[in-house]
């Protein structure tokens, strides 16, 4: 079984009930993900433009909270799990491939095609790029790489993106490697055996989270250029999106289970499609609605729902016919150069 961090799950179907809690508590993660990913974009894909810099100071209080929230909050779960799938995928391939690491070379070399297209025709903010590219870089050569190394190049990789390099994408390779070598070590296929290491690290989180970002308001406010500030920022980020991940883990073991997996599991099984889709909606929506920079914050969020809304209902109905989305029905494709099927027959 391999499962991969853009949508995904390759091979034969698990045997053990625990392999399928932890790919639906997988899925669960990227839906979420993806909804706190759409509204950071919303405004910056309306704008037609890239991302928000560093340097932008929220004017409101409603904005001041989105920003704390969302803010570098979801990008790193997202590339997390990217790590997790891909060296989920190395093993299925192992298993089924003479040559593992061309089946990782075609499918980062599709996911970079289909980041180009995004990039070159509706967004220039496009992460699938950044994605592909830092996989081809970093992700495939580690693969030859003791899962010790693995380890140890993730937490200096993080480390120096967060004091040196202001986060954003520098963060990026840290957090494939950290998923990489969490799923080596084993760690991944043991998330639901134990609640009580995942409540402890998520406290941790989540009270280390606070007074840094207190840190990074403040500094924000005096001066969106002081050290302070640079490295408040994508510390504060990383710490809530961890606390946000052991969160979405220990609900997963109450009877909110059923309603979260139910909201966040077909837009994570579908998340490429999603991802790329969300592009042309918020688009569209731009040319009817206006200029994005008008728009307050209640404005964005209702954007934001609205496509969420008609994406989830999309991914439901298209899910209960087909094994896959039709993008990554096609990313399998290229993956293993063979036609898998896409139609559930009853």
Same mark, same amino acid.
């Given at each position: 079984?391999?499962?991969?961090?853009?949508?995904?799950?390759?091979?034969?179907?698990?045997?053990? @009930?625990?392999?399928?809690?932890?790919?639906?508590?997988?899925? *669960?993660?990227?839906?979420?993900?993806? &909804?706190?990913?759409?509204?950071?974009?919303?405004?910056?894909?309306?704008?037609?433009?890239?991302?928000?810099?560093?340097?932008? *100071?929220?004017?409101?209080?409603?904005?001041?909270?989105?920003? %704390?929230?969302?803010?570098?909050?979801? #990008?790193? =779960?997202?590339?997390?799990?990217?790590?997790?799938? #891909?060296?989920?995928?190395?093993?299925?391939?192992?298993?089924?491939?003479?040559?593992?690491?061309?089946?990782?070379?075609?499918?980062?070399?599709?996911?970079?095609?289909?980041?180009?297209?995004?990039?070159?025709?509706?967004?220039?903010?496009?992460?699938?790029?950044?994605?592909?590219?830092?996989?081809?870089?970093?992700?495939?050569?580690?693969?030859?790489?003791?899962?010790?190394?693995?380890? =140890?190049?993730?937490?200096?990789?993080?480390?120096?993106?967060?004091?040196?390099?202001?986060?954003?994408?520098? $963060? *990026?390779?840290?957090? #494939?490697?950290?998923?990489?070598?969490?799923?080596?070590?084993?760690? $991944?296929?043991?998330?639901?055996?134990?609640?009580?290491?995942?409540?402890?690290?998520? %406290? =941790?989180?989540?009270?280390?989270? /606070?007074?840094?970002?207190?840190?990074?308001?403040?500094?924000?406010?005096? @001066?969106?250029?002081?050290?302070? #500030?640079?490295?408040?920022?994508?510390?504060?980020?990383?710490?809530?999106?961890?606390?946000?991940? &052991?969160?979405?883990?220990?609900?997963?073991?109450?009877? %909110?289970?059923?309603?979260?997996?139910?909201?966040?599991?077909?837009?994570?099984?579908?998340?490429?499609? @999603?991802?790329?889709?969300?592009?042309?909606?918020? %688009?569209?929506?731009?040319? $009817?609605?206006?200029?994005?920079? +008008?728009?307050? $914050?209640?404005? !964005?969020?209702?954007?934001?729902?609205?496509?969420?809304? !008609?994406?989830?209902?999309?991914? /439901?109905?298209?899910?209960? +016919? &087909?094994?896959?989305?039709?993008?990554?029905?096609?990313?399998?494709? /290229?993956?293993?150069?063979?036609?898998?099927?896409?139609?559930?027959?009853?």
């Amino acid at each position: 079984m391999s499962w991969d961090g853009l949508g995904d799950v390759d091979g034969p179907r698990p045997a053990a @009930n625990q392999a399928q809690k932890r790919i639906v508590a997988l899925d *669960v993660l990227r839906g979420f993900a993806l &909804c706190g990913i759409l509204l950071a974009n919303v405004k910056p894909i309306a704008h037609r433009g890239g991302e928000l810099g560093t340097g932008h *100071v929220p004017e409101t209080t409603a904005a001041t909270v989105l920003h %704390l929230l969302v803010d570098q909050r979801f #990008f790193p =779960i997202f590339s997390f799990l990217f790590g997790v799938g #891909f060296s989920l995928l190395l093993e299925s391939a192992q298993a089924r491939a003479r040559q593992p690491r061309v089946v990782l070379l075609r499918r980062l070399l599709a996911l970079l095609t289909v980041g180009l297209f995004h990039f070159l025709v509706l967004w220039e903010g496009d992460i699938l790029t950044v994605y592909a590219t830092l996989g081809l870089l970093v992700l495939l050569p580690t693969t030859w790489v003791p899962r010790r190394v693995v380890a =140890i190049a993730a937490g200096v990789l993080i480390v120096l993106s967060v004091t040196l390099l202001g986060g954003w994408y520098s $963060v *990026v390779p840290g957090l #494939f490697l950290l998923g990489s070598a969490l799923t080596r070590y084993g760690v $991944v296929s043991k998330i639901n055996l134990s609640s009580r290491p995942t409540a402890l690290l998520g %406290l =941790i989180f989540a009270l280390v989270a /606070v007074p840094t970002t207190v840190i990074q308001l403040r500094a924000g406010a005096l @001066n969106p250029d002081s050290t302070s #500030f640079r490295i408040a920022y994508p510390a504060a980020g990383l710490l809530t999106a961890g606390a946000y991940v &052991c969160g979405i883990l220990l609900l997963l073991r109450t009877r %909110l289970a059923g309603p979260m997996t139910a909201v966040f599991r077909p837009l994570g099984r579908m998340a490429l499609t @999603n991802y790329l889709t969300a592009t042309v909606l918020v %688009l569209a929506i731009s040319v $009817v609605v206006g200029d994005s920079d +008008r728009w307050p $914050v209640g404005g !964005m969020v209702a954007v934001a729902a609205a496509v969420l809304l !008609m994406q989830w209902m999309w991914s /439901v109905l298209w899910l209960r +016919r &087909c094994h896959q989305g039709p993008v990554e029905w096609l990313w399998r494709w /290229v993956t293993w150069w063979q036609r898998p099927p896409l139609r559930r027959w009853r």
